[in-house]
């Protein structure tokens, strides 16, 4: 199992345990807590994720021309 898809996994874990808590009537500081790490799960899956795709990828940009000012037209004229 890579480190992407354990991370992913422990992600879906936490979050499948804040929502029995929430189901069982937990209190508030309890479900924040669980919140908490649900999130850092998230972003240990996000690190990896991020760090599994290829560096070398371009960035796609798009192209717009520049517009000419009023100004400008005028002098070509």
């Not at 199992?1 to 499948?16: D, G, H, S, V």
């Not at 508030?28 to 991020?50: D, F, G, P, Q, S």
């Amino acid at each position: 199992m890579t480190e992407l898809e354990y991370a992913e996994m422990r992600m879906q874990q936490k979050w499948y345990d804040l929502v029995m808590a929430e189901q069982k009537g937990a209190t508030i500081a309890v479900l924040e807590r669980l919140y908490n790490l649900y999130m850092l799960a998230v972003e240990e899956y996000n690190r990896h994720k991020e760090a599994s795709q290829p560096s070398h990828v371009p960035v796609m940009q798009k192209w717009v021309p520049k517009a000419e000012s009023p100004k400008q037209k005028k002098k070509a004229s």
